[in-house]
């Protein structure tokens, strides 16, 4: 090779400085490395380290042997992260750009060497490693990065895997325009049978009216509403609890009914997922109306307000007259709050209907004995079977072992009066308690959405753990036996039917999320009544929901590790799904990542630092433990949609991690972690972030995606979430492809702006249309999406002005299908807090 001239001080110079970030970088590496390698993990970083470290002083010392150790160090490391990575693009970052970089420094100050090479060839070798910068990072764009196709989506077909759950309410058997539940439908399919936007037409959509209602929230932000249409009008309800009506066409406001929510009440998010639509059936009013003729007619004989004996009318007559008088609610909006009410509304007029309860309310905490604000939250839409109102509530995660009870409690759809009340700790009674008596702390609730059926009399409840989620030395053994489980009850009784356990004796924060959905599944022996249940643990089961057994090939128990803070407590076996889970293969110190090598190498010594050994990794208080998938893995509250013409689920999911360590209590008596009520001012942060959990031994701190504290980026390699297509009948994958960009996402909580299909962390569901089309929000890059169900591919975006972390509804009116999205955004996902409801649609000339 040419040799340069005598080096110019210039050229020394620049060679010093590149010289001493090349040493830096070298010990940092070597360092870290050093350390890595002590607990067992790769070498690379300090054989790197080092030889970096070396190549760093001989630039200072202007030797060209400087360049030729680093261009040892630059082949070495390129063959490494090939082995490592093969063609996972998202490895190489970490462990190459950093490197080359510093590559391109190195050949640029050649020249200036003694005995280096001519600036030709020093610019030349820069020049190509630029070259490689360059195209290296247009593969960042590639779009839809890891899209895999496994089998082609089924058409349409004539036998509807379609269910029957009744027909007494609008919302078993919704009008085809309408969206008549919080999951559409009764069966909570989140199908709807319009057709009119396409993916050939989908490019076309615009916004047809916006609404903005005014209830915006700067902390715990997150409504995570989806409205329901029935007739000419859109029902919902905002963070804290406003019930709104607005015109189907126009978006122009009805009324709405402000329950007066304190700021105080908000539990862990203000969440408000929807309403329930409610018709008082032609018997219940009859029954209201001969109450009415009863009032009115002693009325006319007997004017006295003393009966023939002296003494005073009893109240009966009063609450009949008050019911008599609520016969203009015959069409009611039911809502929870989060302070633990019940209201009851007319649908017409946004007025309360008197005769359900006290003036249109009931207090669900009756009989729960403390309750302090934020504790116990309705943030689900109830459901509604056999003119019963069944609702679960929210319990404050992570503060009391002796929190309130999870109760679930039913009341008469048209009175208010409470039916049953069944708390898990408690399980075979479901006779309400009265007087001082107080239903059991800590037992497991259900804060999610459940399902039910009229016409088999069941409803069907996700019930979440008790309290103290990470600690279960000191649950009962009912408790260990119904929490985290698929409870099916008998609607008339209250009491238990089935139930199948989806994790024994929960440590890990596995409650089930997602709202069941009900339809009809292939069996030998024809369609079976089926319920199918997504799981955090990314399971999905399916039951024959009149008898709890197992379909599609059931589950097994397997054996998971042992051990961790309460070996004796640990079951050896824990159930996996053997129909169809989106729970990815088990992370490795490869997996790891960040956008240099500093920030994977930190994340490799917190892998090894912690205890992993798989699935169902035990909490462990001597050190860290990895959680995989974390809480907020798998399916939550978004749950899936299902098309019942075609056979297919359609579920997205995250894929993160959480990184755990339990906390001794005298430990977080020295940090100030106490329970919510004690504390001076709610300080916000993730679940499980320092939360007390005050009566175990052990407070709990939660690294919720395993972030990097130094960055905010997680320490796990993309993607994050995905989105999949499932066959209905054999539970086999069809297609997956990550899900969400990286627009809004980046270091130290930038907003990059990048289009670069990273898979981001999602939460909210999907809709499903006859028009072939998958209509989902969701991820943190702030967008509403259009897939196409066949291909997977989005077909159409939009930019939302706040988070969409909620689920979309479609409709219909005038001729005329709506796809509606509340964007309200969401504190624990980091997107922007809003107050809009929004409404797409086709120009008119086209539909």
């Known amino acids: ?424 700790a408690r399980p075979n009674h479901s006779e309400p308690l009265t007087g001082s008596e107080t239903y059991e702390r800590g037992s497991p609730n259900m804060w999610t959405t459940a399902v039910g059926d009229s016409q088999l009399g069941m409803v069907y409840l996700p019930m979440a753990n008790s309290a103290g989620d990470y600690w279960s030395g000191s649950r009962t053994p009912a408790e260990n036996k119904w929490s985290s489980a698929m409870v099916a009850l008998n609607v008339e009784t209250g009491l238990p039917e089935w139930r199948f356990q989806t994790a024994h004796k929960d440590v890990w924060d596995y409650d089930p999320g997602s709202q069941p959905t009900l339809i009809d599944f292939p069996s030998d022996n024809g369609e079976v009544p089926a319920l199918v249940m997504p799981t955090k643990q990314g399971d999905i089961y399916v039951f024959n929901r009149e008898t709890g057994e197992l379909l599609g090939g059931g589950a097994e128990e397997r054996p998971v590790p042992q051990g961790g803070a309460e070996p004796e407590e640990r079951s050896a076996t824990q159930p996996f799904s053997n129909y169809a889970t989106l729970r990815q293969p088990d992370i490795t110190e490869k997996d790891m990542w960040g956008m240099s090598p500093f920030d994977q190498l930190f994340c490799r010594i917190q892998y090894r630092q912690a205890s992993w050994e798989g699935m169902y990794t035990p909490p462990t208080a001597d050190q860290p433990w990895v959680q995989y998938t974390g809480y907020n893995g798998g399916s939550d509250w978004g749950s899936v949609s299902i098309d019942p013409q075609r056979g297919v689920i359609v579920a997205n999911y995250n894929d993160m991690p959480n990184y755990n360590k339990l906390v001794p209590r005298e430990i977080a008596n020295e940090r100030g972690w106490v329970p919510r009520e004690m504390q001076e001012e709610d300080s916000g942060g993730a679940e499980g972030a320092g939360d007390p959990q005050a009566g175990t031994p052990y407070a709990i701190d939660v690294n919720a995606g395993w972030r990097v504290p130094y960055t905010g980026l997680l320490c796990k390699q993309p993607p994050y979430g995905h989105i999949r297509a499932i066959d209905l009948a054999s539970g086999n994958t069809l297609w997956d492809r990550p899900f969400g960009t990286a627009r809004a996402n980046g270091p130290w909580g930038i907003r990059s702006g990048l289009p670069i299909d990273i898979g981001t962390p999602n939460n909210g569901g999907s809709a499903v249309t006859a028009g072939g089309l998958i209509f989902i929000a969701a991820a943190t890059d702030d967008l509403i999406r259009a897939i196409d169900i066949e291909t997977g591919e989005t077909v159409w975006q939009d930019v939302l002005p706040a988070g969409g972390q909620a689920n979309p509804m479609v409709y219909e009116v005038n001729g005329r299908q709506y796809l509606v999205i509340v964007a309200a955004g969401h504190h624990f996902m980091e997107t922007p807090s809003g107050d809009y409801v929004i409404a797409y649609a086709l120009p008119e000339e086209d539909t």
């Not at 009863?294 to 023939?308: G, L, M, R, Y």
């Open 1 to 424: 090779m040419p040799q340069s001239p005598t080096p110019s001080r210039s050229g020394s110079f620049f060679a010093k400085i590149v010289g001493i970030i090349i040493a830096l970088v070298g010990l940092a590496l070597g360092g870290g490395g050093l350390y890595l390698a002590t607990l067992g993990g790769s070498w690379y970083y300090l054989i790197a380290g080092v030889f970096m470290l070396l190549s760093g002083i001989q630039l200072l010392r202007g030797k060209a042997s400087g360049a030729g150790i680093f261009a040892l160090v630059f082949i070495s490391t390129f063959l490494w992260a090939a082995w490592e990575s093969g063609f996972n693009y998202w490895r190489w970052i970490p462990r190459l750009d950093v490197v080359l970089i510093l590559a391109i420094l190195v050949a640029l100050v050649m020249p200036g060497l003694q005995g280096g090479p001519s600036r030709k060839a020093g610019f030349s070798t820069a020049g190509v490693l630029c070259l490689g910068l360059v195209i290296a990072g247009a593969l960042a764009f590639v779009p839809e990065r890891g899209y895999q196709r496994f089998a082609d989506v089924p058409g349409v077909a004539d036998n509807s895997r379609a269910t029957s759950v009744g027909d007494a309410q609008v919302a078993d058997d919704p009008a085809r325009g309408d969206w008549a539940a919080y999951g559409r439908d009764s069966a909570a399919t989140r199908y709807s049978p319009l057709d009119q936007i396409t993916p050939d037409n989908v490019g076309d959509l615009k916004i047809a009216w916006q609404y903005r209602t005014g209830d915006m929230l700067e902390h715990r932000w997150g409504a995570e509403t989806t409205p329901l249409k029935v007739g000419d009008d859109v029902f919902l309800c905002t963070s804290r609890n406003i019930v709104i009506s607005l015109d189907a066409a126009t978006g122009e406001e009805n009324w709405r009914y402000d329950p007066s929510v304190s700021k105080e009440a908000v539990p862990y998010t203000a969440a408000c997922r929807g309403v329930t639509y409610y018709e008082v059936p032609d018997e219940r009013l009859s029954e209201l109306a001969e109450a009415n003729d009863a009032v009115q007619n002693a009325s006319a004989e007997d004017t006295d307000p003393q009966a023939d004996d002296g003494t005073t009318p009893e109240p009966a007559s009063t609450d009949l007259a008050a019911n008599a008088q609520d016969l203009m609610c015959r069409n009611r909006i039911i809502s929870g709050t989060l302070d633990g009410r019940l209201i009851q509304v007319d649908a017409e007029t946004g007025k309360p209907c008197s005769g359900f309860g006290d003036n249109g309310q009931v207090d669900i905490k009756r009989n729960m004995g403390e309750t302090p604000p934020g504790y116990v939250s309705i943030n689900s839409a109830p459901v509604v079977v056999r003119d019963r109102i069944v609702t679960g509530h929210q319990v404050l995660d992570g503060q009391r072992r002796d929190a309130p009870s999870g109760v679930i409690k039913a009341f008469d759809a048209v009175t208010g009066e409470i039916e049953w009340a069944w708390d898990a």
